[in-house]
């Protein structure tokens, strides 16, 4: 994925700019200090120190004073966890994925779209585990894994060429797309074949297939995946299983369709 976006939310006045430093504290993945957060933020200092001392107030941010460092608030993790119980295809799918990855022992992904991004919900490790990006929690690139790409392709016209201007075209390897034309006619391919691939396009010696989570009307709620290393397994090995990839994510569509899930 590229770096942060650093230009300052204005459309979205005080708030967005509240949310975006929270988004910078967040990408740290740690107690970050003051000099640290002004680095990467586009605001003034005064400005940035003002919307940190709001958000501690307000329990969003922790301050600690002996290190002087901010973390993520214990009020904005009640909310996360809130939200992850309402939005979050996790606990529904929670049953599918254990039955997957019982039947194909490998590496088993379940993730959202979130602006063009991956958000992984969930994930199964393999019997033998491989290194890999992805973890629950993470948020990966869109243009470039199987997941990011099966669930593109089944957005409507105007979602997906939103999706595709989110998409930074970050060359991680010799097979990853780095232009929107390669990546539209990659989804036009996903769409008449009804499955992606991961073709070592975010990470040398990982593959994947992918397939998207479908309501019965065709609205697209998420993708589950099963992913390996060259080392184990070809595309030709991965698409043995893609009946039973295939079945798991219609159980897990069946299992939502009452549930309300945010567009």
Same mark, same amino acid.
């Given at each position: 994925?590229?770096?942060?976006?650093?230009?300052?939310?204005?459309?979205?006045?005080?708030?967005?700019?509240?949310?975006?430093?929270?988004?910078?504290?967040?990408?740290?993945?740690?107690?970050?200090?003051?000099?640290?957060?002004?680095?990467?933020?586009?605001?003034?200092?005064?400005?940035?120190?003002?919307?940190?001392?709001?958000?501690?107030?307000?329990?969003? $941010?922790?301050?600690?004073?002996?290190?002087?460092?901010?973390?993520?608030?214990?009020?904005?993790?009640?909310?996360?966890?809130?939200?992850?119980?309402?939005?979050?295809?996790?606990?529904?799918?929670?049953?599918?994925?254990?039955?997957?990855?019982?039947?194909?022992?490998?590496? #088993?992904?379940?993730?959202? $779209?979130?602006?063009?991004?991956?958000?992984?919900?969930?994930?199964?490790?393999?019997?033998?585990?491989?290194?890999?990006?992805?973890?629950?929690?993470?948020?990966?690139?869109?243009? =470039?894994?199987?997941?990011?790409?099966?669930?593109?392709?089944?957005?409507?016209?105007?979602?997906?060429?939103?999706? +595709?201007?989110?998409?930074?075209?970050?060359?991680?390897?010799?097979?990853?797309?780095?232009?929107?034309?390669?990546?539209?006619?990659?989804?036009?391919?996903?769409?008449?074949?009804?499955?992606?691939?991961?073709?070592?396009?975010?990470?040398?010696?990982?593959? =994947? +297939?992918?397939?998207? +989570?479908?309501?019965?009307?065709?609205?697209? #709620?998420?993708?589950?995946? +099963?992913?390996?290393?060259?080392?184990?397994?070809? $595309?030709?090995?991965?698409?043995?299983?893609?009946?039973?990839?295939?079945? =798991?994510?219609?159980?897990?569509?069946?299992?939502?369709?009452?549930?309300?899930?945010?567009?």
């Amino acid at each position: 994925m590229g770096a942060m976006d650093k230009s300052p939310q204005t459309a979205d006045g005080t708030v967005g700019k509240a949310l975006h430093v929270l988004d910078m504290v967040a990408a740290h993945m740690r107690p970050v200090r003051f000099n640290d957060i002004l680095t990467d933020s586009p605001y003034p200092k005064a400005t940035l120190y003002r919307l940190l001392q709001t958000l501690t107030n307000q329990g969003m $941010l922790s301050f600690d004073p002996d290190g002087g460092t901010y973390a993520p608030g214990i009020r904005l993790v009640r909310l996360a966890h809130s939200a992850w119980r309402q939005s979050s295809l996790a606990p529904l799918a929670r049953p599918h994925l254990d039955e997957l990855s019982s039947q194909v022992q490998e590496t #088993i992904h379940l993730a959202q $779209l979130d602006r063009g991004q991956v958000l992984y919900v969930d994930k199964r490790n393999a019997a033998t585990p491989v290194e890999m990006f992805s973890q629950a929690g993470k948020v990966g690139p869109g243009y =470039c894994t199987g997941v990011g790409k099966a669930m593109m392709a089944y957005l409507n016209d105007d979602a997906r060429e939103d999706a +595709i201007r989110h998409q930074s075209y970050f060359r991680h390897t010799d097979h990853t797309l780095t232009s929107p034309d390669a990546l539209r006619a990659e989804l036009a391919h996903i769409r008449s074949r009804g499955v992606a691939y991961d073709r070592e396009e975010h990470e040398v010696g990982i593959i =994947c +297939i992918a397939a998207p +989570i479908l309501l019965p009307g065709g609205r697209m #709620i998420g993708a589950l995946s +099963i992913t390996t290393s060259t080392q184990h397994k070809s $595309l030709r090995d991965l698409d043995q299983l893609e009946p039973m990839l295939q079945a =798991c994510a219609n159980n897990i569509a069946g299992a939502a369709e009452n549930w309300q899930f945010p567009s």
